[in-house]
């Protein structure tokens, strides 16, 4: 019987084996550095609901990324997702975001408890306010005006869908480009 070797001895193949075996190891254990560049839009997650601030620079939707329902932004100029914090409370389901016209407000439904309450989110003091707390009846598909003053939505208080208009009043910071004059009433 004739003994056949292709150059390497068996005790190198299993060195071999071991290295790859050890540097795939560190390669899955290494942690990933998150790019400060740009990062694609879509996932392998429900991606959903999506709505655009009015000048057309950030986009609102609704994500499972993080293991439950949240409202995430993302900056469709600079191509990265823009923090917001205490936005999505752990306890809430969010739904349905509307921007205002450069993205300062955020409209939105959320729901804890099962009750569905309209919330607004302000980016510049980074908290969310109930505006429909107390409100009789179901509420949805809450949209705000560009200026962030005016927010209508759908309620179920009189037993239909209706379409109800909140104002915010005039004494709220309106979202406008900075000089330009507002346009509410």
Not at 41 to 46: E, G, I, K, M
Not at 68 to 75: E, P
Not at 104 to 120: C, H, K, T
Request: hydrophobic fraction near 35%.
């Amino acid at each position: 019987m004739k003994r056949l070797t292709c150059g390497l001895g068996i005790h190198t193949w299993v060195k071999w084996g071991i290295w790859f075996s050890m540097a795939g190891l560190v390669v899955a254990c290494t942690p990933v550095n998150r790019s400060t560049g740009p990062v694609a839009l879509n996932s392998r997650y429900t991606d959903e609901q999506p709505a655009l601030s009015g000048n057309g620079r950030l986009l609102a939707f609704v994500s499972n990324r993080n293991g439950s329902r949240q409202i995430w932004l993302y900056d469709l100029q600079q191509r990265q997702f823009v923090d917001v914090p205490r936005l999505n409370r752990q306890d809430a389901i969010a739904e349905n975001p509307s921007l205002s016209q450069n993205g300062r407000y955020i409209v939105y439904i959320a729901s804890d408890q099962g009750r569905p309450e309209v919330e607004l989110y302000d980016r510049s003091t980074k908290s969310s306010q109930i505006l429909t707390m107390g409100y009789r009846g179901w509420v949805r598909n809450p949209s705000i005006s560009p200026d962030g003053r005016y927010i209508a939505f759908e309620s179920g208080s009189r037993g239909q869908w209706d379409i109800e208009v909140l104002d915010r009043g005039s004494n709220i910071e309106l979202d406008i480009p900075d000089g330009s004059p507002s346009a509410s009433p």
